[in-house]
């Protein structure tokens, strides 16, 4: 079967613009939870979202905002971009989320905030 | 706030050596999950444990849940060039289910 679709890949973005990242879990999965990734900083949790409601939600400001769709798929959207959000963002789905479910992660997309 | 701490944080081995990383938890943890990330490439699950104590083997990976359900090891064995990547824990927080606690991850290159 199909893996996560993260779109796009890459990403270039200037400081103070918005952007919207998309992911495309696993058919038949419902739950979508977004990281950050930096270096040295690990994977940082954004949010879950499971049948289109946030289940769970990280340790960052309200730029940072997301949503899931009928179909599962899920959107994020970053505004006011900064340089210091220049990261790796990842999606991973995964039958019913919580913990003791194994994650299926997306390739991620690179954003780049110049 | 709980946190999952993984150590070391980069180690360098000779391909045949072996290698271990650990993690460790403030609190008892439900669950622990261990994934890896090759370079330029997105975690990829490798394991559960649950059980107090479970280990748990994959060819030249052994894993480990302490009794205490607060720490847990990978262990590989004979390094090979395939195994570089970053290896991380997670672990689920008792009494919520619903959000893993990562670790940073401990990076790991095989000189051949």
């Known amino acids: 079967k199909a893996g996560v679709t993260q779109t796009p890949r890459y990403l270039i973005k200037t400081r103070g613009q918005q952007v919207t990242l998309s992911c495309s879990p696993i058919s038949g999965h419902r739950s979508v939870s977004w990281y950050q990734q930096t270096p040295g900083q690990g994977l940082q949790f954004l949010f879950e979202y499971f049948s289109e409601t946030q289940r769970n939600k990280g340790n960052f400001p309200g730029r940072f905002s997301g949503r899931q769709f009928s179909n599962s798929r899920s959107e994020m959207n970053v505004s006011t971009l900064e340089l210091g959000d220049s990261a790796l963002y990842l999606c991973a789905s995964s039958w019913g989320g919580g913990t003791n479910t194994e994650a299926f992660f997306g390739q991620g997309t690179r954003l780049t905030v110049v | 706030g709980q946190q999952v701490m993984q150590i070391p944080q980069y180690q360098h081995v000779q391909e045949g050596e072996d290698f271990t990383t650990y993690c460790n938890s403030s609190?008892?943890?439900?669950?622990i999950q261990w994934y890896k990330q090759r370079p330029g490439g997105h975690p990829v699950f490798l394991i559960q444990?649950?059980?107090s104590g479970e280990v748990k083997k994959q060819k030249r990976l052994t894993f480990q849940f302490g009794e205490a359900k607060k720490n847990s090891s990978l262990h590989i064995t004979a390094t090979q060039t395939t195994d570089v990547g970053t290896y991380f824990c997670?672990?689920?927080?008792?009494?919520?289910?619903?959000?893993?606690?990562w670790g940073l991850g401990t990076s790991l290159a095989v000189n051949p």
């Open positions: 609190t008892t943890l439900s669950n």
């Open positions: 444990l649950v059980k």
């Open positions: 997670a672990g689920g927080r008792a009494g919520n289910n619903r959000k893993l606690i």
